[in-house]
């Protein structure tokens, strides 16, 4: 097999399984036990998912730039993707069995609480990103242009984690907020670092 | 000119006259499939059954919630910030000898034993809606005798303004406080109005059974117009004071939580709404009501203050 076939044949559909299985567990552990309160887990499920896949994608152009394997970027789309599915998924519980699809009653949370404001800014964010993800959409907005659009991820990341971090502090100390915070900001970080640092370079 | 006018009570809303007749008979049997349906689904074989547990005043015939529902989701952070911690780790417990020592503004001060707590007054089962203030809510049957029988033992004075509890600090038996996850002990207050009224409670027991560990064993408050973090859990000492207490959940932070606590869909927490709640075991969530539903009984502790300042 040369290396297109890998990927299509081996690679590609290891990490669609690896993506869903996350969701599988859910239904499976569920099926199990449903718990005292089901509602609750598949909210905190989808959303901290969510969470870790948008990092996942945020991950990969830093391994990338440290480890040379550069065909880890045929993956990122589909992460990206899923990232967002987990935060449908996530939204889609909360505005149906919070809200029973009441808009108006969904938009004063998202008004008046700011963990609600910031997890809705992430997801929001995150849609023209999914749309703009086929190869046409790429070519329609040209290079340039679509890397530009999908910075986005890097507000959804913040917000995302500001989301998490409201919603937790409740109970103090809030570790694992903390934690995806501080992974957020070294991907952020590493990538503001290596911007000036090629400035820098190219300006010598 | 003729104005029609709706009839006040419509045929199909008016009772039968020999159903009406019987309705002493209907209310009993409810009441007898609440109380059987509270001490039947108990599950833990181990427990030690109360006996001779008499029927309570202000009990709602709601769905109670089940006995795996009321023992596996808890908060009691003195087994760790999870749900499901506390009935994994409580075990490590001892709630047998165990003693609760009594002072300030009263005049029988002293450490009194669980032994004898138990034998003051006779038990009856209470089955009260509970409601967290994160927004969820369960039915629970309780066990137990009123506060105001326990707090009278040991004669308050007139200058028991207000009544302060804690919970046992004991990292070996609560893993959990190896932690710093809330500033322990644990502490709780209610004013003596509210610690001395009917609807508050001394809890001893769950589903007709003592009380399991994870829901405060030996021995706890049950006050079910206020948020659940009120209702403190394994007490080991009552203080009666004339200074309004520190709760610990005030003292964590003051802008989200306060001394009263009631529960109030009119004031949000400031991170969520406080006008619906999950109740545990339903799919979509309800309303939630003005002091959980006990308005009618509570509400005149409350007249002339205004809740949004003591939330």
């Not at chain 1, 730039?65 to 889609?92: D, E, K, S, V």
């Not at chain 2, 108990?42 to 059954?49: D, F, G, S, Y």
Request: a positive charge; charged letters at 20%; proline letters at 6%.
């Amino acid at each position: 097999m040369n290396s297109t076939q890998w990927r299509r044949r081996v690679f590609k559909p290891v990490v669609w399984v690896a993506c869903l299985a996350p969701l599988a567990y859910l239904i499976y552990s569920l099926y199990l036990d449903l718990g005292a309160n089901p509602v609750e887990t598949v909210t905190n499920t989808t959303g901290i998912w969510t969470l870790r896949f948008v990092v996942t994608t945020l991950a990969i152009s830093p391994l990338r730039w440290l480890t040379g394997l550069n065909q880890l970027i045929n993956y990122r789309r589909l992460i990206g993707l899923f990232a967002f599915f987990y935060g449908f998924l996530h939204f889609f519980t909360y505005f149906f069995l919070d809200h029973q699809f009441d808009f108006a009653a969904m938009w004063e949370d998202v008004r008046l609480r700011p963990y609600i404001t910031a997890g809705f800014t992430g997801f929001v964010l995150m849609i023209p990103l999914a749309l703009t993800s086929t190869k046409g959409w790429i070519r329609r907005l040209g290079g340039k242009n679509w890397n530009r659009l999908h910075m986005l991820i890097y507000v959804t990341a913040c917000a995302a984690v500001l989301h998490y971090y409201w919603k937790v502090s409740i109970k103090l100390p809030p570790t694992n907020p903390m934690i995806y915070a501080g992974i957020v900001a070294a991907l952020l970080g590493f990538r503001v670092w290596r911007y000036f640092a090629r400035r820098t370079a190219s300006e010598v | 000119m003729l104005i029609k006018k709706a009839a006040d009570i419509r045929e199909s809303e008016v009772t039968p006259k020999e159903l009406f007749l019987r309705r002493r008979e209907f209310i009993a049997a409810a009441g007898m499939t609440a109380f059987a349906v509270g001490s039947a689904l108990a599950q833990n074989p181990n427990a030690q059954k109360i006996p001779n547990l008499k029927k309570g005043p202000f009990n709602t015939d709601e769905k109670v919630n089940s006995y795996k529902d009321v023992t596996t989701y808890n908060n009691f952070y003195e087994f760790g910030t999870d749900k499901a911690d506390p009935a994994q780790y409580a075990h490590s417990l001892r709630p047998r000898p165990w003693s609760v020592v009594v002072e300030g503004q009263c005049g029988k001060p002293g450490t009194y034993h669980i032994e004898d707590i138990l034998k003051w007054v006779p038990l009856e089962e209470r089955i009260y809606r509970l409601r967290c203030v994160e927004a969820w809510s369960m039915v629970v049957p309780w066990a137990g005798y009123p506060m105001s029988e326990f707090l009278k033992k040991f004669e308050p004075t007139s200058r028991a303004k207000y009544v302060e509890f804690k919970t046992l600090v004991d990292p070996r038996q609560m893993p959990g406080q190896t932690e710093p996850a809330l500033r322990w002990p644990y502490t709780e207050g209610l004013r003596m109005d509210e610690a001395n009224h009917p609807l508050t409670l001394l809890g001893l027991g769950l589903y007709g059974e003592v009380l399991p560990n994870q829901n405060g064993a030996p021995l706890r408050l049950v006050v079910p117009w206020k948020y659940g973090f009120k209702s403190i859990k394994s007490i080991v000492r009552v203080r009666f004071v004339e200074d309004e207490p520190l709760n610990t959940w005030k003292q964590q932070q003051s802008q989200e939580y306060g001394f009263y606590a009631n529960v109030n869909p009119q004031v949000d927490h400031p991170r969520w709404s406080q006008g619906s709640e999950r109740r545990l075991g339903e799919f979509f969530r309800r309303k939630t009501l003005m002091f959980n539903g006990y308005a009618d009984q509570v509400a005149s502790l409350y007249t002339g203050m205004d809740l949004r300042k003591y939330y």
